[in-house]
């Protein structure tokens, strides 16, 4: 295994992040303490405040620093975090070390790997020829809606491109560096009316019911088979997440009936086909039908970002790395546009949960990993 120096504190980091309370979307402190680690290692800073209610605002932050013609290396990463419920045996947004975990909202997911992050620009020598760049979004765990969208944006008015990108999610299942993403699953939310002719049940001639046409459709619904999966993806799954009336009469036939559903979806498809094919069988019972995409698919096919990412953690840890695309999306979905994306991140065994935590050893042997996979990128 290779060994690396780890001069900055990730643990000191990674508890300075954690001590900004940054529920979705995150804005202030949080965002001016990473400013103030990044500054002195010569990053240029660029944070903005974006976007209105009810998804806004929401602040980023863009960091670049140059030495010379070279690739482009980008880690991407969110400062926010999701509410963190009652029941902790500490307080969530106070770091608090007890054994070898330390405990608090964000470690996981993704404040640790932030935190690794910086710590690994320690390790990576200044004459290395290219350009390093942070992509930190304050709402991702949120709508999503001025976060890496926006900063894409931002990126372009810079005149910023990476060539690879790396996105810290805490991919790693059983232990640090068994999974890596290189890929992620559609998802579109539909919602579905039917509407009918309200009557009394006495009368079923003089009304019309929807709910019969509503259950008949998603009938024709969940027996669809999308399709059976793909090398990299598995099928795709159609499920049936709410039904809704609110008929409170015992003797009323309702006006009409609604339902949602959710795809995920694998790159055989995309949004706007999948709504086309519900809305064709929905219109068979006159169902009305509107959608909202998340997010397309993606895949970054195993090369040489991938191989990148492996290496770095068979030398640090000895692991060899699965390459999956399980779970849910990520913001990976939208930085894939410009450039070859991967994820890699800590155990995510306690993200969103009480007494979120990770392991000290594990950050140390990340933020090693991390700074392995830039110098080898820029070519050191």
């Known amino acids: 295994m290779i060994m690396t120096s780890t001069n900055a504190d990730v643990v000191d980091i990674a508890s300075k992040l954690i001590a900004c309370p940054s529920v979705t979307p995150a804005r202030g402190e949080v965002?001016?303490?990473?400013?103030?680690?990044?500054?002195?290692?010569?990053?240029?800073?660029?944070?903005?405040?974006?976007?209105?209610?009810?998804?806004?605002?929401?602040?980023?932050?863009?960091?670049?620093?140059?030495?010379?013609a070279g690739p482009h290396f980008a880690f991407a990463g969110h400062l926010d975090v999701v509410p963190p419920g009652n029941g902790w045996t500490s307080d969530p947004f106070t770091p608090d070390i007890r054994g070898d975990l330390l405990h608090g909202r964000g470690a996981v997911d993704m404040k640790g790997a932030i935190a690794a992050f910086v710590a690994a620009l320690a390790d990576i020598p200044g004459d290395l020829p290219g350009t390093i760049s942070?992509?930190?979004?304050?709402?991702?765990?949120?709508?999503?809606?001025?976060?890496?969208?926006?900063?894409?944006?931002?990126m372009a008015a810079h005149g910023l491109r990476p060539d690879l990108c790396?996105?810290?999610?805490?991919?790693?299942?059983?232990?640090l560096g068994d999974v890596i993403k290189i890929g992620r699953r559609g998802s579109v939310n539909m919602w579905i009316k039917v509407d009918g002719v309200q009557g009394h049940?006495?009368?079923?001639?003089?009304?019309?019911?929807?709910?019969?046409?509503?259950?008949?459709?998603?009938?024709?619904?969940?027996?669809?088979?999308?399709?059976?999966?793909?090398?990299?993806?598995?099928p795709s799954n159609i499920e049936i997440t709410d039904i809704e009336v609110g008929n409170t009469a015992t003797n009323v036939i309702p006006a009409a009936a609604h339902?949602?559903?959710?795809?995920?979806?694998?790159?055989?498809?995309?949004?706007?086909?999948?709504?086309?094919?519900?809305?064709?069988?929905?219109?068979?019972?006159?169902?009305?039908?509107?959608?909202?995409?998340?997010?397309?698919?993606?895949?970054?096919?195993?090369?040489?970002?991938?191989?990148?990412?492996?290496?770095?953690?068979?030398?640090?840890?000895?692991?060899?790395?699965?390459?999956?695309t399980s779970g849910g999306t990520s913001d990976a979905r939208f930085l894939s546009r410009l450039c070859p994306v991967v994820e890699f991140g800590l155990n995510n065994a306690t993200m969103h949960k009480l007494d979120e935590a990770v392991g000290i050893d594990d950050l140390k042997d990340l933020t090693r990993i991390y700074?392995?996979?830039?110098?080898?990128a820029l070519g050191g």
Do not use: C
Request: proline share 6%; no cysteine; hydrophobic share 45%.
């Open 371 to 376: 700074a392995l996979v830039v110098r080898r």
């Open 166 to 175: 790396l996105v810290g999610e805490p991919t790693s299942s059983q232990r």
């Open 134 to 154: 942070l992509i930190i979004t304050g709402d991702e765990e949120g709508p999503a809606v001025y976060g890496t969208l926006a900063l894409m944006e931002r």
């Open 31 to 68: 965002f001016a303490v990473l400013e103030s680690l990044l500054l002195p290692l010569g990053f240029t800073v660029d944070r903005f405040v974006t976007g209105e209610a009810p998804d806004g605002p929401v602040e980023n932050l863009i960091a670049w620093r140059t030495t010379g």
């Open 259 to 324: 339902a949602r559903i959710s795809i995920r979806f694998n790159d055989q498809h995309s949004g706007a086909s999948l709504i086309d094919r519900i809305t064709a069988i929905a219109a068979a019972e006159k169902g009305v039908v509107t959608a909202k995409i998340s997010g397309e698919p993606f895949l970054t096919k195993p090369g040489a970002l991938s191989g990148l990412v492996a290496d770095a953690i068979r030398d640090v840890t000895g692991v060899e790395a699965e390459l999956s």
């Open 201 to 234: 049940v006495a009368y079923p001639h003089l009304a019309d019911n929807p709910i019969p046409r509503l259950v008949r459709l998603l009938s024709a619904i969940e027996a669809e088979v999308l399709d059976q999966g793909t090398d990299w993806f598995q």
